[in-house]
């Protein structure tokens, strides 16, 4: 298309030249440079619209999910076994951030926004304003890890402490019972992550990061980082953990800490840095959307949620998804 568009400018150009060499005396420079320009730009007008995003109908296998990083392995996994079984349909993953896919969906740039988070009361009226009607279904759940480097001797900590080291309050590892460990180097998602609003108002209470944070993109970089930072502490989705330590968290003091990779504690909701993944869709989910949602919900699609290291949904979940995709239908489910 690029090429044919390329060839047709290049027409419409040359011909406007020898209509010049032509017409000497009737030759009018300036309406006729317009006339070509404005020529030109009509053509490009018509084919550009071949590349924008296809709009998903009843009877067109695609759909777009863009959002939560900590959800693309997830994603992508959902999207490449449900193409392999619907070989006419084509699902598109991104990542960028829940609150880059939630916009998205707001804005009908997206077929299906995941989240790793729960949307914001403002990004729902902004959703109303512009007429989308946004429903929510849960479809994995994640423990936030907190990774330190393999060489760190710690083995558990507190909220309490882990705000008083992200907060830069606590500085040095040896305030913590590692007398080598030095200062603390701390890793850190950046603000339009589903994980970093997590983290903020589970463990920061929204106070300021300490000085020299490292805000990185993705929870991929965060474990690159901290697997060659001995005195690095930083928190991502569990489904990247490679090569580092993840720590154990209790919410204080008299509670028993728990590890992330705890499946059975996780899924009692015993680890306190558990929390729901989300796919979020416009209005009744029909067509490839829908079949795309049921594959994730269903058995397959919650075997897969196991597979990539996210823990799956039980039964009092799986009861409001099917309240909420039956309120989505208009009670015809």
């Given at each position: 298309?690029?090429?044919?568009?390329f060839r047709i400018n290049i027409y419409i150009f040359l011909h406007a030249l020898h209509q010049m060499s032509n017409n000497q005396r009737k030759f009018q420079p300036k309406k006729s440079w317009i006339l070509c320009l404005l020529l030109i730009l009509v053509v490009n007008s018509g084919c550009i619209s071949?590349?924008?995003r296809p709009q998903t109908q009843l009877d067109y296998g695609y759909a777009e999910v863009k959002g939560s990083d900590t959800m693309v392995n997830l994603a992508q996994a959902w999207a490449e076994a449900f193409m392999e079984?619907?070989?006419d349909t084509y699902i598109s993953v991104t990542g960028g951030g829940s609150g880059t896919g939630i916009a998205a969906l707001i804005n009908d740039n997206t077929d299906i926004a995941a989240s790793s988070r729960e949307m914001k009361e403002k990004e729902i009226e902004n959703?109303?304003?512009?007429?989308?009607?946004v429903w929510g279904f849960v479809v994995a759940q994640d423990g936030l890890a907190v990774a330190v480097n393999n060489e760190n001797p710690i083995e558990s900590l507190t909220f309490d402490q882990l705000k008083e080291v992200f907060t830069g309050r606590v500085k040095e590892w040896s305030e913590l019972?590692?007398?080598?460990?030095g200062k603390i180097s701390v890793y850190s998602r950046q603000s339009n992550s589903g994980t970093y609003v997590f983290f903020n108002e589970h463990v920061m209470d929204d106070a300021d990061w300490?000085?020299?944070t490292k805000f990185l993109p993705g929870s991929a970089s965060i474990n690159d980082g901290i697997k060659t930072d001995k005195s690095g502490i930083g928190y991502y989705g569990v489904g990247y953990l490679e090569g580092v330590k993840a720590l154990m968290v209790s919410e204080d003091e008299a509670n028993e800490p728990v590890s992330p990779l705890d499946l059975v504690r996780v899924s009692e909701g015993k680890y306190p840095l558990s929390r729901p993944l989300f796919l979020y869709i416009n209005g009744e989910p029909r067509g490839t959307v829908r079949d795309f949602l049921d594959f994730a919900l269903s058995e397959e699609g919650q075997r897969l949620v196991v597979e990539e290291e996210y823990y799956p949904i039980g039964a009092e979940i799986e009861a409001q998804n099917k309240e909420t995709l039956e309120l989505a239908s208009g009670g015809d489910e």
């Open positions: 298309m690029i090429y044919i568009l071949w590349f924008q079984k619907n070989q959703a109303k304003e512009r007429g989308v009607v019972g590692w007398s080598d460990g300490a000085e020299g």
